[in-house]
């Protein structure tokens, strides 16, 4: 909404709404201190959201930078319309972008094509967020977004990314959302929510416009249109008096019926041309006052046709064109409109929009051709997919769904109908409409045989749909028996559906499952070759890692020498991640990071934000085992921030599942079970039985640091269990056994324990990897009377095997055990090696149990300093640790997803907290990491 629109509305009335306004005012004088921030109002149409708004544009003028935008139904379903309104006037060169930003920025706002291999979803929110901080250098930045939620996914998406990114640039975010559309307004930024006018504020708004009533009357019309500061501001006097009458019966009518009786009687008493002109403007953005013009002039009628409209106080004509005083009008004259005036409307607005250059008008014109059809145009269905492919190209998901839909109901030919239809299916599952993306591919299969491709990758994005939506199962059996099908035609097809199979037979815990369709992947491939054949091998060995099986290790390696790590294709990197796990389920975490620092090179390249969550989030799982705890802590929030700004559930569950596994080995238990409730519910509603696995083997695993072996012993049992059922035999990555294991045995269940120490064994033995065999032979020393045989041999592996917490524990159950046998001085230097792993780790219950044992043996543990490491935010260290490996502040900000303010913030801090002057002593400071 233009500035014009806030001063219309803002005598609408900030009667009653001081709390708000200072809630506004303090958001802006924290933005004018140099911080960013965001607030959410919502509220019904008309309860005061766009007079608030104008509050806020009034506040901030001449001292703040204000960029204002409007969220309109009618293009809702143009990719970057709002944020072309919002950063229209904002060159691009305010801001030293990377050249993917830049790309992507030009490519939104119709400046430029998209590159042929699309753009990151989250690539346009990056441009903006560095766009906004630079343009903020200057003078702090107020974006204002009013009826937001009928703002364009697309921009929706970036200005929620870059609000949620920013903060310490002097940027303030103010969106205004309708109360009934939950499902587009973010539900993490800070919300400020409106409710109506109580009869004081109801009084003295009617009172100022020269209707007086008694307090009964006023009570009664609050009652009836809830306090609606609009529908008060709308209603005459004469229908407050017909409103208020106490003959008018019990029940009131709702709200909207209110609004659109005032509306409709005004509309209906305007002359016939008046309306038309008025039905063309609502069809229209505000700004499109040439457009207007030359559409009246077809219809044969001139702006001044909306004179009368002006007169009924629906409009104001300035500049050149119309704006609706407010929204709800707008939306009013189109709902009230007949459907064959709407269709006239939207003709005349297409054939001027004919005369407009450029590619945005084209786009327009599509959108108001397909509205004015009655049937099928093979013309206009080809115009509106050139739309979606281009929505598509900028990452426009919901844009292009809804014009790869239309553009198939015009289609006249089936085969391109069921071509269309699959984009739009396609689209709409990458914008999370999972309910609209499954109804689309319901359609394709009632079209006949024929069209493989088509009919393949439909049923490739099925199983990954009811992967997403809770019926993984469903989704393997589907995969496989299309797959079949295609075995002997199309075996590159038949392929990606068995590797599709494959996840959704892991996530569905059904390992056997995965192993016949990651097998029949691999042999697949090895009748097509290239590297979807060797990934295929790789998923294979990550297969048989997963499920303890032998041959994988071996596997792997062979197919993943041969990858063309220097040129993969682009669609391949994202699955570098899989190969990536393999490797960490094997232990060799040298390989993972090898192709985590491959993968976020990439993505750092691309300003490809989705595509770091696996670099990030694995290596955090990489940094944990290797004891780098406070590295592995906050890649993990980050990895989980990523996944939840690009809408990826079950990723967010992983990382998720990550900081539960760390918390809980740090003892914080409220936020362990905090984190192990959010992954058991996205179990439930994905269907994803691994995370159900993996959330009892991190409650076990906080059990039993808090030494609640009974009660670990519960919860593993179940563990256990699940991991028979689900053939997942990996004992180090679903870690139940060692501390199952460890759980009877404190309880005095050794009988209990002796089986799960045989597996262990027989596990190690069969793999040769140095930890498990070390678990192993720990268990033995729990169990045995003659145990320190067991436990020397157990530190011996532990030596070959880099994971410092794991030797820790292993310590003190020999230091445990020794100082019971009296030998105090041997217990003390492994209760004393134990205590300063875990010191450092920061694993406080274990800490604590360690020092218990050593002042047992006579021995006084001082506690370990604080350091300033230790007082370092998550972020601080995502920066410091970038800045010490010897990123510059603009390479750190690209590799994190944040602005170069951000990081300079977080850097000054780091070094007041760590006591050094500059970046050439972070890495000694951060060594104890």
């Known amino acids: 909404m233009g500035q014009v629109g806030f001063e219309a509305v803002s005598a609408m009335a900030l009667y009653g709404r001081d709390a708000e306004c200072d809630a506004i005012d303090r958001l802006l004088a924290g933005v004018q201190a140099g911080a960013s921030a965001s607030l959410v109002l919502t509220g019904e149409a008309g309860v005061g959201k766009s007079a608030l708004l104008a509050h806020a544009v009034r506040a901030a003028a001449g001292r703040m930078r204000v960029l204002h935008a409007e969220g309109i139904r009618a293009e809702g379903d143009l990719p970057f319309a709002a944020l072309t309104q919002l950063l229209g006037s904002v060159p691009l060169g305010s ?6 930003q830049h790309e992507a920025l030009r490519a939104a706002l119709a400046l430029g094509e998209a590159p042929a291999a699309g753009l990151d979803r989250l690539a346009t929110g990056l441009g903006v967020m560095n766009l906004l901080s630079a343009v903020a250098g200057e003078r702090p930045v107020l974006v204002v977004v009013d009826d937001a939620q009928w703002v364009d996914a697309a921009s929706r998406d970036a200005l929620v990314f870059a609000a949620r990114r920013l903060q310490r640039d002097s940027v303030g975010f103010l969106f205004a959302y309708r109360d009934d559309d939950d499902r587009t307004r973010p539900p993490d930024l800070p ?225 391109k109908q069921a071509t269309r239809l699959l984009g739009a299916a396609s689209a709409a599952f990458h914008a999370g409409q999972t309910a609209r993306a499954a109804t689309l591919l319901d359609r394709i299969r009632t079209f006949p045989p ?45 392929l990606m559906l068995s590797a599709n199979a494959t996840s959704a037979a892991v996530f569905a815990g059904r390992g056997g499952d995965a192993l016949a369709s990651a097998r029949q992947a691999a042999e697949l491939g090895g009748t097509i070759g290239g590297p979807y054949a060797l990934y295929s091998r790789c998923m294979l060995g990550g297969v048989l890692a997963l499920l303890g099986e032998p041959g994988g290790e071996r596997l792997l390696d062979e197919a993943f020498a041969l990858l063309p790590l220097d040129d993969l294709p682009p669609r391949i990197l994202p699955l570098m991640g899989d190969i990536a796990f393999a490797y960490v389920l094997f232990e060799r975490f040298e390989e993972a990071q090898r192709i985590h620092r491959l993968l976020a090179r990439a993505a750092t390249r691309r300003a490809a934000a989705g595509l770091m969550i696996w670099p990030v989030g694995e290596q955090a799982l990489v940094d944990y085992r290797l004891g780098r705890w406070q590295a592995a802590y906050a890649g993990a929030l980050e990895a989980e921030r990523l996944a939840l700004d690009c809408g990826l559930d079950n990723e967010t569950a992983n990382n998720r599942q990550l900081l539960g596994w760390i918390t809980a080995s740090r003892g914080r238990a409220a936020e362990c079970r905090r984190y192990v409730d959010q992954v058991l519910e996205q179990a439930a509603s994905s269907g994803a039985r691994v995370f159900d696995l993996l959330a009892c083997c991190v409650l076990g695993h906080l059990e039993m640091g808090l030494g609640h072996a009974e009660q670990a012993a519960e919860v593993l049992e179940r563990a256990r269990e ?99 046998r009296r030998k105090r001085s041997q217990a003390r230097e492994q209760l004393q090696a134990a205590w300063r792993t875990f010191s450092t780790l920061e694993a406080d219950c274990w800490t604590e149990r360690a020092r218990a044992e050593l002042e047992a043996t006579g021995v006084k543990v001082s506690p370990r300093a604080v350091t300033g490491a230790d007082l370092l935010t998550p972020q601080e260290v995502q920066v410091a640790l970038q800045v010490a490996a010897g990123a510059s502040n603009r390479e750190a900000a690209e590799r994190l997803f944040i602005s170069v303010k951000t990081v300079e913030y977080h850097l000054s801090h780091v070094y007041r907290k760590l006591g050094i002057a500059s970046r050439a002593g972070l890495g000694v400071a951060l060594a104890h990491d």
């Open 95 to 100: 801001a030293e972008l990377s050249a993917p």
């Open 191 to 415: 919300r400020l929510p409106l409710s109506g006018l109580d009869v004081a504020a109801a009084a003295r708004l009617l009172a100022d416009r020269g209707i007086r009533m008694r307090r009964a009357e006023a009570e009664r019309l609050v009652e009836l249109v809830q306090g609606n500061p609009l529908a008060m501001t709308d209603l005459t006097a004469e229908d407050v008096r017909r409103l208020t009458r106490p003959d008018r019966g019990p029940e009131p009518p709702p709200i909207g019926s209110v609004l659109e009786g005032a509306y409709r009687e005004r509309i209906d008493r305007l002359p016939p041309g008046t309306r038309r002109a008025l039905l063309v403007a609502a069809l229209l953005k505000e700004d499109d006052g040439q457009v207007l013009h030359a559409a009246l002039a077809r219809d044969g009628l001139a702006l001044a046709a909306l004179g009368p409209a002006e007169d009924a106080r629906l409009v104001t004509l300035s500049s050149g064109t119309a704006e609706f005083r407010h929204p709800l009008i707008r939306s009013a004259v189109a709902q009230l409109a007949r459907a064959s005036d709407r269709r006239a409307a939207h003709r005349v607005i297409a054939a001027a929009l004919a005369e407009e250059p450029g590619l945005t008008a084209r786009e327009q014109r599509a959108w108001h051709l397909a509205a004015a059809s009655y049937g099928p145009a093979e013309d206009i269905a080809a115009a509106l997919e050139e739309c979606a492919q281009r929505a598509v190209g900028i990452s426009g998901y919901a844009s292009a769904a809804a014009a790869y839909e239309r553009a198939a109901q015009l289609s006249v030919q089936r085969d």
């Open 450 to 494: 024929g069209q493989e491709d088509v009919r393949c990758e439909a049923e490739a994005l099925r199983g990954r749909l009811q992967s997403r939506r809770g019926d993984p199962l469903s989704a393997y059996t589907g995969l496989m028996a299309e797959a079949h099908r295609l075995r002997e035609q199309r075996p590159d097809l038949a």
């Open 722 to 820: 699940m991991a028979a059922a689900f053939r997942f035999g990996n004992l180090t990555h679903y870690q139940w056994a060692p501390e199952l294991a460890e759980a009877y045995a404190r309880r005095g269940r050794g009988s209990d324990a002796q089986p799960i120490v045989d597996l262990l064994a027989a596990a190690g033995e069969r793999s040769g990897k140095p930890l498990v065999l070390a678990l192993s032979q720990r268990c033995r020393g729990l169990l045995s009377d003659d145990f320190e045989e067991h436990f020397r041999l157990a530190l011996e592996l532990h030596e070959r095997a880099e994971r410092p917490f794991e030797t820790a524990r292993t310590q003190l159950c020999f230091g445990e055990r020794l100082r019971r």
